[in-house]
């Protein structure tokens, strides 16, 4: 089955995928970070992106990548959910449409592979890998 788990977890892990999203397109470092264990681990197809640890630095390298945009529209929605006690495994499927400082227009269909993690009662992205589907 694609999605497993209790109602509550997979809705608390569908909510954390959409703050994810909301903070990067209101572009909040803060919010975005709030996503993040601790000792997280996110990896995306971009030179010197492809494996950074650790939430500080995941948060550090996002506001970097951000930086050339005004503007990114993040959209996102669970293609497969299994929850397992205090952690889960799944496949994030991902829209953005950008515009950068230079007005160039950008869209970018995606998919993470994700594992999550509940800590203090809140789910968070324990991992996240990212490979592009689509790019024009």
Not at 3 to 18: A, P, Q
Not at 38 to 47: C, F, G, H, L, M
Not at 77 to 98: D, Q, R, S
């Amino acid at each position: 089955m694609s999605f497993s788990g209790s109602i509550e977890d997979r809705l608390e892990i569908h909510e954390l995928v959409m703050s994810y999203g909301h903070a990067v397109t209101i572009k909040s470092p803060k919010a975005w970070g709030d996503t993040w264990s601790k000792d997280s681990v996110w990896s995306i197809p971009v030179p010197g992106m492809d494996y950074i640890e650790g939430r500080e630095n995941i948060v550090n390298s996002w506001i970097e990548a951000m930086k050339p945009y005004k503007q990114i529209v993040f959209k996102a929605w669970l293609g497969t959910l299994e929850v397992n006690g205090n952690y889960a495994t799944g496949i994030t499927y991902t829209n953005e449409l950008g515009t950068d400082i230079n007005d160039k227009k950008t869209r970018v269909d995606g998919r993470y592979e994700d594992d999550f993690i509940k800590e203090d009662g809140k789910w968070l992205f324990k991992k996240r890998s990212f490979s592009i589907l689509h790019m024009d």
